[in-house]
């Protein structure tokens, strides 16, 4: 049984930092790729960030510069640290695992359960 739990969401002011986690079972972590996304109130889910088995990294323009994704794979858990946030960033975070090299929407088939992110102004 494949389980995603993330971990590490809360409430920060405006230019603060938080670390995600995302802890994987059930699967051989290593040959996923693996990624976050994120739901605002009202919105639609949106890529946040990726990283491929190959530790390819890849960023939505909104937060290049300013979140950074690993991965340790002795661990098998994936993190998102959050610099610099923004009261935009306010959301609840999901991780997302796939058979493919990137994680999309479209073909992420693993989810977790979120995790809230709360950035005050």
């Known amino acids: 049984q494949v389980q995603l739990v993330e971990s590490g969401g809360g409430m920060v002011q405006t230019g603060g930092s938080l670390r995600l986690s995302c802890v994987v079972s059930?699967?051989?972590?290593?040959?996923?790729?693996m990624g976050w996304f994120r739901q605002a109130p009202g919105k639609e889910r949106e890529f946040v960030a990726a990283?491929?088995?190959?530790?390819?990294?890849y960023y939505a323009d909104n937060v290049k510069g300013r979140f950074t994704i690993s991965r340790d794979n002795a661990k098998n858990t994936v993190y998102l640290q959050m610099n610099d946030l923004k009261p935009e960033d306010t959301a609840v975070y999901y991780c997302?695992?796939?058979?493919?090299?990137?994680?999309?929407?479209?073909?992420?088939?693993?989810w977790g359960q979120g995790t809230q992110v709360t950035v005050s102004s």
């Open positions: 059930g699967y051989t972590f290593s040959s996923y790729g």
């Open positions: 997302a695992a796939t058979t493919l090299p990137k994680v999309s929407l479209r073909n992420a088939g693993y």
């Open positions: 990283i491929s088995w190959g530790m390819s990294t």
